[in-house]
């Protein structure tokens, strides 16, 4: 049963130690495409990582950058790790993390607490402060897994 739901930092989350914790603890990764994942610790109860830049926008930059939004199957993929988590019957804590756990990882909690109130939410954020495009599409996803179950 997801208990709670709290976001990171990449750094917060590398210097974590899930070991020996109760709840259990399972962890959402986010980073960006170019960009490699967290150095994780051991102990974590499921690990799900994800690649999509903090945008809404898709297509190339002055930079040559070529974004890389969330799309819908990440969506899906993140509701499933997160229904998952709560079929195991386990009482759990999700830590959702990003670079600087203040954009796409508080979105997903948002959304998380939006489809599911029973979260608890640990250290929630403005909802102006995080990306409403993943927010949206995490909530599109939610909805379809209802309607589909």
């Given at each position: 049963?997801?208990?709670?739901?709290?976001?990171?930092?990449?750094?917060?989350?590398?210097?974590?130690?899930?070991?020996?914790?109760?709840?259990?603890?399972?962890?959402?990764?986010?980073?960006?495409?170019?960009?490699?994942?967290?150095?994780?610790?051991?102990?974590?109860?499921?690990?799900?990582?994800?690649?999509?830049?903090?945008?809404?926008?898709?297509?190339?930059?002055?930079?040559?950058?070529?974004?890389?939004?969330?799309?819908?199957?990440?969506?899906?993929?993140?509701?499933?790790f997160i229904k998952g988590i709560e079929r195991s019957g386990k009482t759990c804590e999700l830590i959702v993390n990003c670079n600087g756990g203040m954009s796409r990882s508080p979105a997903v909690c948002a959304a998380i607490v939006a489809a599911m109130p029973s979260v608890r939410w640990t250290n929630p954020r403005n909802e102006g402060d995080w990306n409403s495009a993943v927010y949206s599409q995490l909530g599109i996803a939610f909805q379809e897994f209802k309607e589909a179950s």
């Open positions: 049963m997801l208990q709670s739901i709290t976001h990171m930092s990449l750094s917060e989350v590398e210097a974590f130690e899930p070991l020996y914790t109760i709840p259990l603890k399972a962890l959402l990764s986010i980073a960006n495409p170019y960009q490699s994942g967290p150095v994780l610790r051991d102990g974590w109860s499921g690990v799900l990582f994800m690649r999509f830049d903090d945008t809404s926008k898709r297509g190339t930059h002055l930079t040559d950058h070529i974004y890389r939004p969330m799309t819908e199957s990440l969506a899906f993929m993140m509701v499933g």
